[in-house]
């Protein structure tokens, strides 16, 4: 009998089973090794279409095509044991018609064995998250500051500032919990609001830019390393990754530069059975070049 027990993954019913307990913890994750890192940390993993903006420089995220998507989320989800992996359904895959969603859906969920995906829009993609849920597909909502809106908001604009906006982003929550989602992400919101929503429907709310009394938080994982350029007002930059990442670069360059690196310590050489026939015994000093010492063998590279 096989003592092996695979470890579970966690699946969107656990997340929703979450509601009103400890914060659930979530980032994006656009790739095979940070998904690994973050999969220590996270309860989900989101692969946010944001990686158009943040990987792939567009200025919005409505250009990104699904197949990028695709390819993203068969990396994260190899590159992670744990977490739930969650795949954004980029603008214009699912917004025509139910059918249309179910069958961009199911290619995301087919070709990347993630767990779920994740569709903007309230009251309008109520009716595609039903259908989608009744047929095997589970959905996160997001409302409040939708991304793929840009174009129709003008501009990346925190919403529900004044109490008049309030019911048409409170009645998107109740609509999309009652047609099934298993959370929901509310993006740039008031706080106020935020935490009135919260209440109000019994699945989990995932903050980003909403308030921190929501059921859990989301942030860009780039964003908060600190690694974006810009980064919007809700963003807390945990690490600095970029300056780190800069002077790491920087420190290659002027070492190639000054011919230090390589060195002996990062060099093959022959083995030393073959070193008094080395043709090349004669080589400039200091080049490190047919010199026919043994080093050390590098990290993860052949013989
Ligand atoms: O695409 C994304 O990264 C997202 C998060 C901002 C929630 O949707």
Not at 213 to 242: H, N, T
């Amino acid at each position: 009998m096989s003592t092996h027990v695979p470890m579970k993954r966690t699946m969107a019913p656990d997340i929703t089973a979450r509601k009103g307990g400890d914060p659930i913890v979530s980032l994006t994750s656009y790739h095979a090794h940070t998904a690994a890192i973050a999969d220590k940390h996270c309860d989900f993993l989101l692969v946010g279409d944001s990686l158009g903006m943040v990987m792939h420089g567009y200025e919005t995220t409505v250009p990104v095509p699904l197949d990028l998507m695709i390819m993203h989320g068969k990396a994260v989800v190899r590159g992670s044991k744990r977490a739930l992996v969650v795949i954004d359904m980029p603008f214009g895959t699912y917004e025509e018609s139910p059918s249309v969603a179910f069958r961009n859906a199911a290619r995301v969920m087919k070709e990347t064995d993630c767990g779920a995906v994740k569709l903007e829009g309230g009251r309008r993609m109520a009716e595609t998250i039903r259908f989608l849920v009744d047929r095997g597909i589970p959905v996160m909502a997001h409302i409040g500051m939708t991304p793929q809106s840009v174009n129709v908001f003008g501009g990346f604009k925190t919403q529900g500032r004044t109490v008049d906006t309030w019911t048409a982003i409170e009645e998107d929550a109740r609509v999309v919990t009652e047609a099934g989602a298993f959370a929901i992400v509310l993006e740039a919101m008031s706080a106020p609001l935020a935490e009135r929503i919260t209440k109000a429907v019994a699945v989990p709310t995932i903050g980003i830019g909403a308030s921190p009394g929501c059921d859990g938080q989301i942030l860009v994982m780039e964003d908060m390393l600190g690694l974006s350029p810009r980064v919007p007002k809700f963003v807390k930059e945990f690490g600095a990754i970029g300056q780190a990442i800069d002077r790491a670069i920087a420190s290659y360059a002027s070492e190639v530069r000054a011919r230090t690196f390589p060195s002996t310590e990062h060099t093959y050489s022959l083995k030393s059975a073959d070193v008094a026939s080395d043709p090349g015994a004669g080589s400039p000093a200091g080049t490190g070049a047919g010199t026919g010492r043994v080093t050390k063998k590098p990290k993860n590279q052949g013989t």
